[in-house]
Each structure stands twice: as C-alpha cells, then as structure tokens.
C-alpha cells in the first residue's frame, strides 16, 4: 500500500513537471494556443528575402505582432504578400509604411512599421499601401563589381 502511494505521488509529481514545461516552452516560444487577441493586415513587398513566418513586426523598436504568413501574389505583378498579426491594442493609420529590416549584419529579418498622420486607422483585413523591401547585398555587391571592372 504505502509503496502505491509512493508511484502515484511521483507520477503526480512527474505530470505537474511535465504541464509545466510545456507551458513554458509555449510562453517562451511566443506561441499562441488559443488564438490570441490580434487583427490581421497585409502589405505586398517587391522583395522579402530572409523574412520568415514568425518574424516580429515592431514600432520604434517595440515588438507589436509577428509575421503570419508569407506567399507569392501573381495577381499584383509577382510581388510576396506578407499577412501580419498585429496586437489588438495597437491601431495603425492607413497611411503607415512597413519596411523589411535586418537585426545587425547578419541577424534576422523582420517588419518595421512607421506610424502615419492620416486620421483613418486599418482593421482587420486591411491592407499597408506604402513598403519598402528588403536591401539585396550580394546585387549591390555584385553591381559594384561589375561597374568597376567596366
């Protein structure tokens, strides 16, 4: 009897550790289990190189949502359509400008977004008119290779 009660006070022990790593590594992995309390925007880059789902869009360096997905659109010229979850406390005018940036020289990609002035504001399903894309080192590279040997 006693040496019963010892296993399930283990097992119980070994469950709550369980649920609890679990928790943890869904918090720290910035992973929404129910859905969360988001709106969704899109915005057509010409170029998203480096820029992977999941990727933070921030405001003056303030994490405000995350990349959700990222596919080709052949309907506006071949451009990448970039769907972004922002956070539901923070409202963007319809005039704000999102640019691809990288963390340092070598570091991740992500969303920058720069407020506007207009007095409209984007809802769910909006969608950014102004971008910027990614800056392409190696064509630059390659160009000032190429423009000095000419």
């Known amino acids: 009897m006693k040496r019963a009660s010892l296993e399930i006070t283990v097992g119980i022990f070994v469950l709550v550790g369980i649920v609890c790593l679990g928790y943890l590594s869904i918090k720290l992995g910035k992973m929404e289990m129910l859905g969360g309390d988001f709106y969704k925007v899109t915005a057509n880059f ?3 190189s480096g820029l992977r789902e999941g990727a933070s869009v921030e405001i003056a360096g303030v994490d405000v949502g995350r990349v959700d997905r990222i596919v080709l659109d052949s309907k506006a010229g071949y451009t990448a359509r970039v769907t972004l979850r922002i956070n539901s406390g923070i409202e963007l005018q319809d005039d704000v400008i999102a640019s691809v940036r990288t963390r340092g020289i070598i570091g991740d990609k992500y969303i ?8 409209k504001l ?7 008119r102004d971008t910027e894309s990614a ?11 190429q423009g000095s040997v000419n």
């Open 122 to 128: 984007l809802h769910n399903g909006g969608r950014i």
């Open 46 to 48: 010409s170029n998203v």
């Open 135 to 145: 800056i392409d080192f190696e064509s630059l590279i390659s160009k000032y290779i």
């Open 112 to 119: 920058q977004l720069q407020p506007g002035a207009s007095d």
